[in-house]
Nanobody, 121 residues
C-alpha cells in the first residue's frame, strides 16, 4: 500500500508565496511521474505541473513563470513552489504519483488527500 501525504497549504495574500510538499511512503519500488493538480469548487481537477523521474517538467499555461515543481527522488517527495499568487489560484491542490510497488510489474496511480490554498486579502 502506498500513501501520499501533502502539506503546506493555507491562506496567503495576493502576490504572496506558498510551498506545497508531498511525500510518498509505503512499499515503493519506483516512482515515475509526480504531479500537482488543482480543483476548483464544482469543477474537474486540472493539471498544474508535472515532473518526470528524470526531471523533465510541464506546466499549465496559467502558472508558467510563477510556479516551480521539483522532486527529491531519494525521499520520494515532490514540491510546488508557488510565487506571485493570484485569487484565481484558490483551489484544493492534490498530489499525484505513478508508483510501482515491490512485487508488481506495472505502475498504479495514487492521490494525496488534498490541501486547500486560498489567495485572498
Amino acid at each position: 500500500q502506498v500513501q501520499l501525504v501533502e502539506s503546506g497549504g493555507g491562506l496567503v495574500q495576493p502576490g504572496g508565496s506558498l510551498t506545497l510538499s508531498c511525500t510518498a511512503s509505503g512499499s515503493i519500488f519506483r516512482v515515475d511521474a509526480m504531479c500537482w493538480y488543482r480543483q476548483y469548487l464544482g469543477k474537474q481537477r486540472e493539471l498544474v505541473a508535472a515532473i518526470g523521474s528524470g526531471g523533465t517538467t510541464t506546466y499549465a499555461d496559467s502558472v508558467k513563470g510563477r510556479f516551480t515543481i521539483s522532486r527529491d527522488n531519494a525521499k520520494n517527495m515532490v514540491s510546488l513552489q508557488m510565487n506571485s499568487l493570484k485569487p484565481e489560484d484558490t483551489a484544493v491542490y492534490y498530489c499525484h504519483a505513478d508508483v510501482m510497488e515491490y512485487g508488481r510489474r506495472s505502475y498504479l496511480r495514487y492521490w494525496g488527500q488534498g490541501t486547500q490554498v486560498t489567495v485572498s486579502s
